[in-house]
């Protein structure tokens, strides 16, 4: 069945492919890699559905100093890790409030997009032949202010198990100008609440044994619609022409007083100060805010894993990084842990797997397929 193969093979790369949110491009200006975004302390992902945490993850309720000025129909591109994880993305917007920093995220969310599974391929593989990357449009009709921006990437391949999927989620702040007013925007859902462990969408018994993905939605209802006085122009032609230099401009001008505020257009022109001007995404790879560092050993995107995510099962035994059993190896993403013990959703065990085989306290070694064992 393709739909088991597919999963089956994701399989491979889940040990060290966990992932993270680090960067997001307004009309494709950046304010740079991690600017605006609240950055879990790990890239594990959220289990617990009734948790705070999956509003914005692990510490997503304290606000970073930085929020984004966008307007209404702007194009957002964000950017992931790598991921072979089976799955979605969705986004959500939470708000308008008088301050995106001060915003814990726990509370009302309405959806603005969501990429399931097409033409036979996931979220997570379209976005990897896209360097990681998803683009969607600012809905119009927003009521100006401050918003949180939510990118989940739900991954399916623990689904099997109540509790076993994984909720990879990153939180942005946004100072958005828009023509609607409060209240335009629904249905709205509440996070954590909306989503249930065993709801269908979350947990999937078959899904190694004949689930189709071709209908499946990812959690959180439909997308929102925005009924405010944006409504009355097209929703669906292109407005990026429209906006690109003229509402960065007139966005950036009404975040001006607020000093936490970053200013995209007035980014752009302190880097086109050191770089070519013609292309802003260029420009901006070159600047300061690109080396921004602290966040694990991962470019964002691209090639910050050596595991393929749909490697062929032969490919399987090299890409493994297993712990020797006496675990004194450093450590590798989700493969290892003190004295032998693997890391929750770590690899334990499988046909051509070697290292070490015990889970750390409060997970245990559970077969996902011939070839895989997690502790979960
Ligand atoms: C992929 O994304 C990374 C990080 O943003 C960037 O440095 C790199 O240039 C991108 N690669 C391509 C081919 O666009
Ligand atoms: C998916 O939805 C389409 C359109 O409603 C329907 O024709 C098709 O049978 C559905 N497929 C599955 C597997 O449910
Ligand atoms: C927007 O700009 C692009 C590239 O400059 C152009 O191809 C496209 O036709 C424009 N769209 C509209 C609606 O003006
Ligand atoms: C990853 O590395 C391979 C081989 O070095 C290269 O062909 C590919 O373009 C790189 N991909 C990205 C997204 O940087
Ligand atoms: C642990 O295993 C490594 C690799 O096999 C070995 O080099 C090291 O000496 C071992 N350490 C102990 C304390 O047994
Ligand atoms: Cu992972």
């Known amino acids: 069945m393709f739909s088991k193969t597919l999963l089956a093979s994701s399989l491979i790369a889940a040990v060290s492919a966990h992932q993270n949110f680090h960067q997001f491009w307004v009309n494709d200006v950046t304010p740079g890699y991690q600017v605006g975004v609240r950055m879990p302390p790990s890239n594990s992902p959220v289990t617990d559905v009734t948790s705070e945490d999956m509003a914005c993850n692990v510490d997503g309720q304290t606000g970073v100093a930085d929020t984004v000025a966008a307007a209404e129909g702007d194009t957002i591109k964000v950017q992931w890790d790598q991921s072979g994880h089976p799955g979605p993305i969705t986004h959500m917007l939470f708000g308008p409030v008088d301050s995106a920093k001060a915003a814990t995220g726990v509370g009302s969310w309405f959806k603005i997009d969501e990429l399931d599974y097409v033409d036979g391929k996931w979220a ?149 100060s050191v770089a070519a001007p013609a292309s802003s995404a260029a420009a901006i790879s070159s600047a300061p805010v690109a080396s921004a560092t602290g966040y694990a050993t991962a470019a964002p995107g691209g090639n910050n894993t050596a595991i393929p995510s749909f490697a062929a099962p032969s490919g399987f035994k090299t890409s493994v990084i297993a712990a020797p059993t006496n675990g004194t190896s450093p450590s590798a993403p989700g493969s290892t842990g003190s004295a032998g013990s693997v890391k929750k959703y770590g690899q334990c065990g499988g046909k051509t797997y070697t290292g070490a085989t015990s889970c750390e306290s409060g997970s245990t070694c559970t077969a996902m397929n011939d070839f895989y064992s997690q502790c979960v």
């Open 124 to 272: 997570n593989e379209i976005m990897g032949a896209a360097n990681m990357t998803h683009e969607f449009k600012l809905p119009t009709g927003l009521p100006s202010g401050e918003y949180l921006l939510r990118s989940e990437m739900l991954a399916l391949h623990g689904a099997q198990t109540v509790g076993g999927a994984q909720f990879y989620i990153g939180c942005a702040q946004l100072k958005i100008t828009g023509t609607g007013s409060d209240g335009a925007c629904g249905p709205t859902i509440e996070l954590p609440g909306a989503y249930n462990a065993e709801d269908a969408d979350i947990y999937i018994p078959n899904v190694y044994n004949g689930f189709d993905p071709t209908n499946y939605t990812a959690p959180g209802g439909p997308v929102a619609s925005c009924d405010g006085s944006g409504s009355t122009t097209p929703v669906s032609s292109k407005p990026s022409n429209v906006t690109t230099p003229a509402t960065s401009a007139a966005a950036a001008s009404s975040v001006a007083p607020v000093s936490t505020s970053v200013s995209l257009a007035s980014n752009v022109a302190a880097i086109s």
